[in-house]
């Protein structure tokens, strides 16, 4: 069973930091893409970040110069690590693995929520 499981999540002032941590299991890590998303009350999902299978890296605009993932095959978990953050950041953060082989299916994880605020 694959599952995917976002952690680091919480409230933290703007300017501040938080480090995302998403733990996978059940699949062979390192033969899919890594997302990034979030979703903001009343808007739609959106993508903050892209990995290759070889840790490449794509930012959408909103973090650029702010956000940097990474990720770690060997322990099959992806990172999210957010510097000054901002109120308009305050999302439900959501990784979401994409298989390199079109058999397979992609998965979601459950979210875990960032709350910027003062």
């Known amino acids: 069973q694959v599952e995917l499981v976002e952690s680091g999540g919480g409230l933290v002032q703007p300017g501040g930091s938080l480090r995302l941590s998403c733990a996978a299991s059940?699949?062979?890590?390192?033969?899919?893409?890594m997302y990034w998303y979030r979703q903001s009350s009343g808007k739609e999902r959106e993508l903050v970040a892209r990995l290759s299978h070889a840790g490449n890296s794509n930012y959408a605009d909103a973090g650029k110069g702010r956000f940097t993932s990474s990720r770690d095959n060997a322990k099959t978990t992806l990172y999210l690590q957010m510097n000054s953050l901002e109120p308009e950041d305050t999302a439900i953060y959501y990784c979401?693995?994409?298989?390199?082989?079109?058999?397979?299916?992609?998965?979601w994880g459950q979210g875990t929520q960032v709350t910027v605020s003062s």
């Open positions: 979401y693995a994409r298989s390199r082989s079109q058999y397979l299916p992609d998965y």
């Open positions: 059940g699949l062979i890590f390192s033969d899919y893409y």
